[in-house]
Each structure stands twice: as C-alpha cells, then as structure tokens.
Nanobody, 126 residues
Framework: QVQLVESGGGLVQVGGSLRLSCAAS????????MGWFRQAPGKEREFVAA????????VYADSVKGRTTISRDNAKNTLYLQMYSLKPEDTAVYYC???????????????????WGQGTQVTVSS
C-alpha cells in the first residue's frame, strides 16, 4: 500500500497562487500514474489534473486549465500542483491519488485510482 501525504494547503486571497505537494513513501513512485482531485462541502469529488509516469502527458479539468500546472519529480518521489489566479470556487480539500497499474489512457476518474492521500485544505477568500 503506497502512502501519500499532501501538503501546502492554506488560506489564499482571490487571484493568488499556491503550490501543493504530495510525497509518496514508495521508491517505485516513478512507475505510477498520478492525479489531483478536490472535494468541496456537499459536492462530489472532482478531477483536477493527472500526469503519466514519466511526465510526458498531462490532463486538466476545464475549470482549471490555463492556470494550473501538474508536475512530478521522480527523484524526490513527489507530485506537485501549481495553481495561479485562484478563485473562490477553488476552495476545497485537495487529494493526491496514485494508480499503480498501467492503463491505455490517462485516468481522470476517482474509480481509476487505487491509492489516496488524506487531503489538504485550500481556502480562497474574497
């Protein structure tokens, strides 16, 4: 069971930026598909971004496209989510997720991932 720990959440003003990190305990991190999801109170957990094992392909939700970058550093076993121009609707608990087996396409659904972190709170104030 891979252990994932998110960090970097906090209170940010509208229009600000934030970088979230996800540290993995497994040294086989470089073989994982990785993703970020978020969940606001009373809403379903939704896809934010995903990245292939080598970082060659990235996928973003329309709601964050153009102001978000997902990246990974396999040497450090760490996944990142950099967000700019934050909006109040970005307020949510952000979760890091891993898929430890291969797939034909980059997974963008919660069911496609088999390991999850505990989440980190991001609050965007107006």
């Amino acid at each position: 069971q891979v252990q994932l720990v998110e960090s970097g959440g906090g209170l940010v003003q509208v229009g600000g930026s934030l970088r979230l990190s996800c540290a993995a305990s497994e040294r086989t991190f470089s073989s994982y598909y990785m993703g970020w999801f978020r969940q606001a109170p009373g809403k379903e957990r939704e896809f934010v971004a995903a990245i292939t094992w080598n970082g060659g392909t990235t996928v973003y939700a329309d709601s964050v496209k153009g102001r978000t970058t997902i990246s990974r550093d396999n040497a450090k076993n760490t996944l990142y989510l950099q967000m700019y121009s934050l909006k109040p609707e970005d307020t949510a608990v952000y979760y890091c997720a891993a898929r430890t087996y291969r797939t034909l396409v980059v997974p963008t659904t919660t069911a496609a991932y088999n390991s999850w972190g505990q989440g980190t709170q991001v609050t965007v104030s107006s």
